[in-house]
């Protein structure tokens, strides 16, 4: 029974960790190629997911829904990119966290406006209703399953764009030197918008599968976002492959720290004291994994530029 | 018309406003101006960091909090007739709350300054950001002092020969610490040591080859800063007469540095032009529709886009040296 329970947390930690990916892959990339901070991220999750929403249940199909995350994220994604960010490239980071703040209260606002302030539901298609029999033993739900499929083959496709494709070379080029590549005669600012974009619909996506799961409201951006920062610092800012390793990381730690925290402390405290003590501790856990990390590695495990 | 008039205007408008509110019976309108005080305090702590030091703390949230909560715990004890420890009963004395809440902020400060001034930039944001973010799911779930429902503080507490519980006095005491501190920040700006944070954060390798050893600096910067957050921070509890998580989440964090940037960075009384015009905002625009974020979202960018020294220095045309 342990045993299977451990299996099961270890899939729910997998597929929190899959989503973080989704959404740290686009910071990572935003901040590595554009050195920009993007607070704004968690809006675009939040708008995937209420394009998702209001789609669905305009349609009747998820699919479509799907499509229309990504699109209607990439979307705002780019305005944002040519209306706002260009000006902070070369501001120091206290503008971008700021001009991204205001951001976020400027979506969030007109989302609310939008469709009030009520959450939407969305619902999990019918063909993944119910739950999946894994290796003979444990019972799992076919649309957190379908996820961690649909997560690791975007992860997947990611890896291939941006180290097997001349548009990915270009924007690995771009992350390096962004001088010597605009000399090059490579249209700069276009990679720029089109990573923009790139990450704000992997965010959108993000936000369409995981409102499922969830509500679809207001604040659903502002949670992620800060674990996706998280993920981000630790794997190390700029990385795509720290972003993969950190996701898991922190995804496990979460899951398995809230399932698991409470109990260990039982064995050596008195039980509602260790419960309390647990569940505050595993609140916590993954930010001071973060900061020990950091005294340790003040670059992050996979320190992008050397 | 020069900054220094400009800041004559405000301290006049802040002290004397809320007495002719008060002479209208208006008491809704005094607790505007000691919100406004209040916040404009917590902004003056941050500027110090920010503006001054350069460190781009994005976890100011957890020491408005300590203060809020030190303040609430305090009463909470004191009211309750339960000891804290044994042999002390907290307490509900504004003047025993406001040394011990800056004292406990000062040691988190101090803690969480020495980590976090190991890294720079991006990395310095985010580990603030993780401690206040630390700090805020643990009062969530640590459930002893109200955890996510926050914690009522029933009574007012107490300053000896005033009556806190009328809004005018209440604001005479919010106000009176705010130009303390104005005038000790000023002095401080002055000194020895405020050159030098300052320097610090034009070039640090410059300073650092004079022989000023810039950790010590950057820190005790830190932990002042820290301080005076916490103490608006206790004084917002004693204002609503509760305290929440909410004190400690990114959000309040962020809104103390809009303050901070609102009014103009660096600018002595930057935070006060900031909180002022964040309070008159929302209280204007909030009236007229519910989405009022929205527009305070569009002013933050265009200042932040366009207006580089913020309100005093729109106001003022002065150019603030870099």
Redo the contacts between chains.
Sequence with gaps: MGAILLLEQCLNGLQLGIMLFLMAAGLTLI?GVMGL?NLAHGSLYMIGAFACAAVASWTGSFTLGLVASVVCAAAAGALIEIG?MR??YQRD???Q???T??????S???M??LFGSYPLYLDVPEMFYGAINLFGVLQYSRYRLFIIVLGLLTAVGIYLLINKTRIGMRIRAGAADRQMTAALGINISLIFTLVFALGAALAGFAGALVGSIQSVDIGMG?PVL?LA??VV?IGG?GSIRGALVGAIIVGMVDTLGRGYLPQLLQLILDPVFAN?LG??L???AI??L??II??FK??GLFPAHG | MSEKYLNRIMIALLVGLPWLAHWLDEPYYVSLATRIAILALAGVGLNLA?GLGGM?S?GHAAFFGIGGYVTGILASHALNYEPIISGFMGTTQMLIIWPLAMLIAAVVALFIGL?SL??S???F???T???A??IY??S????TYGGEDGLPIYMRNGFPGLNTLQPIQFFMICCTLLLITLWGVSRLQNSRFGNALQALRQNETRVTSIGINPLGIKLTAFVISATITALAGSLFADLNRFVSPTMFS?HTS?EI??FV?LGG?GRLYGPLAGAGLFILCEALLGGWTE?W??F???L??GV??FA?GGLIGLLSREQKNA
Excluded: C
């Design positions: 901040f901070i706002v000006r902070l980071h206290l503008d966290v700021l001009a703040f205001a951001l976020i209260l400027i969030s606002e007109a609310r406006w502002e800060i920062f998280v610092v800012i309390t569940a505050a595993a609140s916590i930010y001071l973060m900061i950091l005294i003040p670059k | 920010l781009v994005f980590l190991r890294t930039g991006v990395y944001i985010m580990i950001l993780a401690f973010q630390m799911y643990f969530i779930s640590w459930p990114w962020g540095m809009i940037i960075l989405y974020q929205f305070l979202g569009l933050l960018l932040v886009l580089r």
